[in-house]
């Protein structure tokens, strides 16, 4: 199975903008879709984007719309999180995921990276 693990997480302050990585070994992401969630703390894990294997369709939450982006590039098994205007709220661990199809809930992927700390604070 692939193992995931992301990166690119730290302290950064409000308005910032951060990009994660997502990287994959012991396999490849091809034709996983893949997922990124948070989770911030005392909080469920909630869904942030998806994309597809192929990389031509893309889903955000609605609080990620206008916000994020997601890609990948399938030759370096990544995927990438691009966050703009980040907010004290978007604090969190950051994970990236593969699944069969691209969806909305943790139970959709099967393999799931250990997280990325991302702090948005001044």
């Known amino acids: 199975q692939v193992q995931l693990e992301e990166s690119g997480g730290g302290l950064v302050q409000p308005g910032d903008s951060l990009r994660l990585s997502c990287t994959a070994s012991?396999?490849?992401?091809?034709?996983?879709?893949m997922g990124w969630f948070r989770q911030a703390p005392g909080k469920e894990r909630e869904f942030v984007g998806t994309?597809?294997?192929?990389?031509?369709?893309?889903y955000y939450s609605e609080f990620a719309e206008g916000r994020v982006t997601i890609s990948r590039d399938i030759a370096r098994n990544s995927m990438y999180l691009r966050i703009h205007s980040l907010k004290p709220e978007d604090t969190g661990v950051y994970y990236c995921?593969?699944?069969?199809?691209?969806?909305?809930?943790?139970?959709?992927?099967?393999?799931w990276g250990q997280g990325t700390q991302v702090t948005v604070s001044s």
């Open positions: 012991g396999g490849t992401f091809s034709p996983y879709a």
């Open positions: 994309i597809s294997w192929r990389g031509g369709v893309t």
């Open positions: 995921a593969a699944g069969r199809r691209v969806g909305y809930v943790v139970e959709d992927y099967d393999a």
